[in-house]
């Protein structure tokens, strides 16, 4: 059982940057208004994600930690099954199997908090407001050749600050603020939508990008897409969400680039943010937890619709 745990941890957890995406999807799933995130050493040391959701309920926090799955994985073959089903109920265990892990929290309405530590299973009183903290420490400790595979701290750091921007982009009404080394790094306030792009991205980012919106009946399609000008040359700033989820996605990812076609040349790579709204009996979401495929029932439509919203976008900037 605990080989299949580190397996399925494998999945789940590349480095830290995934705790932190799997830490912080938690937080706001609970409902939280703030989040903290803290780091030691790009987050191989220590990563501990604070919210002020709602909290877990003390006998419910052991539960938090056991795989819902266990009693059904058997074998290689059923873990596969159960990746491409995706990996619902699937983080924290998978984390503690391959870092020391706690969580404490208060539970709304609940006297005060408690505090489990992963592997001893010991459940203490502990003092902090509404909310949860988890926290994660020395990644990878019991599988050394996992653990060095990882980068240097500030490849690390940088990774985990992409996970944190990738929520932070579509979640503009939750302030976000990231630590490391006990020094703040960075500090996203709850606001507008365009306050979160211009805090996230940057004020240049803002200035050679249009706002892209169409929508067609239960299409709605809304961002920023980059002046040609500020293309880039690596793929580092292109984000497209579908229904709040952050997704990779090829016929998307085809559908801006033609956009670009007339205006880009040689190996340049358009800026974007693009958020796709659609009717969810429109759209399959498959969630696996390193990639997140999307099929939608109309792809040719999709990728009509979000060529001509980002050619419009574009062509409104040279009038
Ligand atoms: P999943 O999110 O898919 O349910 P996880 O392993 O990520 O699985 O979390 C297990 C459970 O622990 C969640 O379903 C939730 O009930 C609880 N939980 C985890 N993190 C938090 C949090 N920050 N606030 C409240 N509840 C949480
Ligand atoms: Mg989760």
């Known amino acids: 059982d605990e080989l299949i745990s580190q397996i399925a941890a494998g999945e789940v957890v590349e480095r830290p940057a995934s705790v932190v995406r799997e830490l912080v999807d938690n937080a706001l799933d609970a409902g939280a208004s703030q989040i903290q995130v803290k780091l030691m050493a790009g987050g191989v040391r220590a990563i501990?994600?604070?919210?002020?959701?709602?909290?877990?309920p003390a006998e419910e926090l052991p539960l938090a930690l056991k795989r819902h799955?266990?009693?059904?994985?058997?074998s290689l073959e059923e873990l596969e099954s159960v990746a491409t089903m995706g990996f619902r109920g699937e983080a924290l265990a998978a984390i503690s199997s391959v870092a020391e892990m706690s969580v404490a929290s208060r539970f709304a309405g609940a006297a005060h908090a408690h505090r489990l530590d992963a592997r001893s299973g010991e459940l203490v009183p502990a003092a902090r407001s509404r909310g949860t903290s988890v926290e994660v420490r020395e990644l990878f400790f019991s599988t050394p050749a996992r653990r060095k595979f990882l980068k240097t701290d500030a490849t690390e750091l940088a990774h985990c600050l992409e996970s944190v921007r990738r929520h932070a982009l579509a979640r503009p009404d939750v302030g976000f603020t990231v630590w490391h080394e006990g020094k703040l790094v960075e500090q996203w306030r709850a606001g507008s939508s365009e306050a979160r792009l211009a805090?996230?991205?940057?004020?240049?980012f803002m200035a050679e990008s249009r706002p892209v919106y169409a929508e067609n009946g239960p299409l709605r399609i809304y961002g920023r897409a980059g002046l040609p000008e500020a293309a880039r040359s690596r793929a580092d700033m292109q984000y497209v969400y579908v229904n709040g989820r952050y997704v990779r996605d090829k016929l998307i990812a085809h559908g801006i680039r033609s956009a670009y076609e007339d205006v880009l040349h040689g190996h340049r790579?358009?800026?974007?943010?693009?958020?796709?709204?659609?009717?969810?009996d429109r759209v399959d979401v498959n969630v696996h937890p390193t990639k997140i495929e999307v099929r939608f029932r109309d792809g040719r439509e999709v990728h009509q619709r979000v060529r001509y919203a980002v050619q419009d976008a574009l062509a409104t900037s040279r009038s």
């Open 48 to 56: 501990v994600v604070e919210d002020d959701g709602l909290g877990i």
């Open 69 to 74: 799955a266990t009693s059904k994985i058997r």
């Open 199 to 204: 805090d996230v991205l940057g004020d240049e």
């Open 269 to 280: 790579q358009p800026c974007y943010v693009l958020f796709i709204e659609i009717a969810p």
